[in-house]
């Protein structure tokens, strides 16, 4: 499928955005491709745009400023929305950077052509609902996971929603999402591993 088939698709899966709703929009949407270290989205920069990943690898994260030290907060992978949303639903300096960490393709649209659309469309005006929504699960699912979740419960977690992070991802960022060092990340995996060959 060509990358608007596949935009299309998901759109129609995530909000019931049909044909006729989608070929309106289509022209406001552009492709995009990152080299790994390229930014989707800067600290104190407004996120102006709203993607759709073809393919790749993105992380959002802060910087402690005492120490220099990073903290991965989330992850994105391919056929999944991609956003600063905080940034992007308020238009206010974003907190966090969002950074390429492999070679990646998004689709993408401008929010002024999304603000056209909620006046215009009734469909594309229930689609900003549900991605107002789905920010406020993410950050919520985030935080609840450090409060109620063991590092492993939160290890199974993200296999579930990115199950090829391993393989385009180092441990070290893997193990900064979690909130663990390196050495507990190497056992869990161990045990994973132990439990499903057992």
């Known amino acids: 499928m060509t990358e608007m088939q596949l935009l299309a698709e998901a759109l129609q899966q995530f909000a019931g955005i049909d044909a006729a709703a989608f070929e ?9 491709t990152y080299k790994k270290g390229e930014y989707y989205n800067e600290y104190r920069n407004v996120c102006k745009h709203f993607g759709f990943i073809i393919n790749g690898v993105f992380r959002t994260y802060y910087v402690n400023e005492q120490n220099g030290e990073e903290k991965n907060l989330l992850f994105y992978t391919q056929r999944q929305m991609i956003a ?26 401008h929010i002024s052509h999304l603000h056209e659309l909620y006046r215009t469309h009734h469909q594309w005006e229930h689609f900003g609902r549900l991605v ?17 979740r063991t590092p492993e419960e939160r290890y199974l977690e993200l296999m579930e929603h990115h199950p090829d992070i391993f393989n385009a991802v180092p441990l070290y960022h893997i193990a900064s999402y979690l909130g663990i060092q390196g050495p507990s990340l190497s056992r869990i995996r161990k045990r994973m591993a132990a439990a499903a060959g057992s």
């Open 24 to 32: 309106v929009a289509a022209p406001y949407w552009q492709v995009k």
């Open 132 to 148: 107002a929504e789905m920010a406020f699960n993410l950050i919520m699912g985030h935080t609840e996971n450090f409060l109620f």
């Open 84 to 109: 600063a949303y905080k940034s992007f639903l308020t238009q206010k300096p974003c907190n966090y950077y969002t950074e390429c960490m492999v070679e990646s393709s998004i689709v993408y649209i």
